[in-house]
């Protein structure tokens, strides 16, 4: 029967007070080098419930993330504001119907929000007009700086503030976004706490998945092994995304465990397993990879390649310090898996040359890793002057940005046998000659391999926020029994990480 150390944590309101704080620095940098006076007022509207489809059965709510950020708001239907001159902090509740008591609970009154977020006032949302007028217009009509920018990752754009009556102000759609974005992109001691937290569930939760993973069983019982673990010892009822349950040639379909694949094959012996999952808690996330063989043996096989992306993963987190690029970390990746298959004769020629044709993007089409945080790809990775790639494979990089003392990123190198990249190299007639497609049929099925640990970039180099079995030793050992004792909650300030 599974057991479990883990103790969640109280989550301190000042953790979100120290965010704001960042961001009026921030914004106070910002108007003084533009010349303009630090007056008006940050707000942000919260996310709404949503119904699924046109039913009226309401899908399990998540806040907003910069609004999280922000305030903290686990509740939907507020609106924030952050008056630049004053720092003064207010919430704007939603005026809730008699009903809801009956149906829902206790209708909260406004001093209750007031004392549970740590702000400095709060009202109702229909008194937003009213209460900015009165109270911010003391230098006349004040301006409303909205959250409007576009995310580098999915190309959708934040939604700004919007209640009836805005025609009445000023406002301003450029300047709040990338200001806030880049200020998520530095974890505070508190945020990182959380991160580690998520990632002390996570690894516990994948450990018990990889005790309990045996041929017969479907991917989905794997899948409900994490989310059960995580929620009934981690109080984590939100993961970071869609879990990653591939097994077989499943795990060459990079992400996998959507509606139309949806975990559902049967695990075969001989099969190796990719599981990608990460729990969420009080907004803050983890984002984990561990791969390992169904039936807790690896073959030849299995161990070629798992050991040339273990031998990647370990590259990159050894050399990872502020102020080096991360595009060089992807290269490094790229460069050493192939170096490791052909060392296996996978592959054959001059690995310089196989650079230059991007032929790592064929093992490896994904990036390197991403920005972590209230979102498992946290915003920032292109600020404004930074192009993203054109190449193979470092186009689909989500940030190519220096490395940062404080930034939380994820390093998960990857080695995949995917036909659709396979095929076109087969024919190209130059970068054909590089590969042994005699070998290479062996691992036709094979699927692939990803391994991934979440990093906080320290002074003088990073510190592992993950603690699962990486070496095929450890996980054999795992999975026949042995002991992985998991990080102890109450030690997360030390071992490198800042304790405010």
């Not at 102000?169 to 974890?187: G, M, N």
């Not at 592992?464 to 095929?472: D, G, I, S």
Request: hydrophobic share 35%; glycine share 8%; proline share 6%.
């Amino acid at each position: 029967m599974a057991t479990s150390s883990l103790a969640p944590p109280e989550v301190p309101m000042e953790l979100h007070a120290g965010n704001r704080d960042r961001l009026l620095t921030a914004l106070h940098a910002h108007l003084s080098a533009a010349a303009s006076p630090p007056r008006g007022l940050a707000l942000l509207q919260g996310g709404e419930e949503q119904t699924r489809h046109c039913t009226d059965h309401l899908e399990l709510f998540r806040q907003e993330s910069y609004f999280a950020y922000l305030f903290g708001v686990r509740e939907p239907g507020f609106y924030g504001a952050i008056d630049i001159a004053s720092g003064q902090s207010i919430l704007f509740a939603p005026r809730l119907p008699p009903d809801y008591a009956v149906w829902m609970g206790e209708i909260k009154p406004l001093p209750y929000f007031k004392d549970r977020y740590k702000v400095d006032l709060v009202f109702y949302v229909d008194e937003i007009v009213q209460v900015l007028q009165d109270r911010f217009s003391q230098h006349g009509k004040p301006v409303l700086f909205l959250l409007y920018g576009k995310s580098t990752d999915s190309g959708n754009y934040s939604k700004p503030a919007s209640f009836e009556g805005i025609e009445k102000f000023d406002t301003d759609l450029s300047t709040l976004h990338p200001i806030l974005t880049e200020c998520r992109v530095i974890k505070s001691g508190m945020e990182l706490a959380l991160i580690q937290y998520a990632n002390d569930v996570s690894s516990e939760a994948h450990i018990e998945v990889m005790r309990q993973a045996k041929p017969g069983m479907k991917e989905y019982q794997l899948e409900s092994i994490f989310l059960h673990h995580s929620y009934r010892y981690g109080a984590c009822r939100h993961c970071s995304y869609t879990c990653i349950c591939a097994t077989g040639e499943n795990s060459s379909i990079l992400h996998y465990g959507h509606t139309a694949a949806p975990n559902d094959r049967t695990l075969n012996d001989g099969d190796m397993a990719l599981m990608d999952m990460g729990a969420e808690y009080n907004f803050y996330g983890s984002d984990i990879t561990c791969s390992y063989p169904i039936n807790g043996k690896f073959n030849s096989n299995q161990a070629i390649v798992y050991n040339a992306v273990l031998k990647a993963h370990n590259a990159v987190i050894s050399h990872m310090q502020p102020g080096l690029k991360w595009v060089d970390m992807h290269k490094l990746a790229e460069q050493t898996i192939l170096e490791s298959l052909k060392n296996e004769k996978i592959i054959h020629g001059d690995i310089a040359d196989m650079m230059a044709r991007r032929l790592g993007a064929v093992f490896m089409p994904h990036g390197l890793g991403h920005l972590l945080g209230i979102d498992t790809h946290d915003p920032g990775g292109y600020p404004e002057g930074l192009e993203r790639p054109k190449e193979p494979g470092l186009s689909s990089l989500r940030t190519i940005r220096e490395l940062k003392e404080g930034m939380v990123i994820t390093v998960e190198p990857g080695c995949y046998f995917i036909d659709a990249l396979l095929r076109p190299a087969r024919d190209d007639p130059i970068s054909s000659k590089f590969f042994n497609w005699e070998e290479i049929e062996k691992y036709k099925s094979f699927g692939g391999v990803r391994i991934e640990s979440d990093l906080y970039v320290t002074a003088q180099g990073c510190k592992n926020l993950t603690n699962c079995p990486r070496e095929t030793w450890e996980i054999e050992a795992v999975m026949a029994g042995a002991p992985w004792p998991p990080r102890a909650s109450v030690t997360k300030a030390e071992n490198g990480l800042p304790k405010a």
